[in-house]
């Protein structure tokens, strides 16, 4: 099963995505954790990376296609994988359409988690607390949020006309919204 989280930053995509792996033991790919791994080992790529990271930008499609296309090829991906904050812009949906042609794969579900603004700045609020991620500061959360809105929102109206997206309530305990994912799925 070859699926896509979409949502705002703080949604809740990663939460979902790590039941998601141990239910149908299919890997979670997210191009955020992959260039966060690039940064922690001081890439060149990475320290790249980071400047546009830290301002909440969105990093160029080809660095991050590299890395997804490394990944999606991977052995443990052949039977599926969870992909999670990619594609976070059209170019980049037409690209990973592309890929997966070529791999002669296509995606399944396309999940859209919909949690309301007020909840997601808070929730990202909580987050800093816990893991410390340095764009998570209020300024650069606005920042997130807007290029969600431009750039990543219509990522759902493309596929919205493929029909594949399934939205999600993304509000209730995460257990609530692991059964609403669970029940999409078995569509
Ligand atoms: P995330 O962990 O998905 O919230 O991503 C954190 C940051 O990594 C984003 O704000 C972007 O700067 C960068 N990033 C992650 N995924 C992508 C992507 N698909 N395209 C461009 N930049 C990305």
Known sequence: MRIVLLGAPGSGKGT?????VEKHNIPHISTGDLLRGAIAAQTA?????????D??????????LGMLK???TQEDAK????LDGFPRNLAQAEMLEALLKELDMALDHALLIEVNPDEVVERIAKRAEIEGRSDDTEEVVRNRLNV???QTAPVAEYYKNQNIVTEIMGTGTIEDVQERIEAALRF
């Open 79 to 82: 039977n599926g994988f969870i």
């Open 55 to 64: 301002k909440g930008n969105l990093v160029s499609d080809d660095i991050v």
């Open 16 to 20: 979902q995505a790590k039941f998601l």
């Open 148 to 150: 969600y809105k431009e």
């Open 70 to 72: 490394e990944r999606v």
């Open 45 to 53: 790529l990475g320290l790249a990376a980071k400047e546009v990271m």
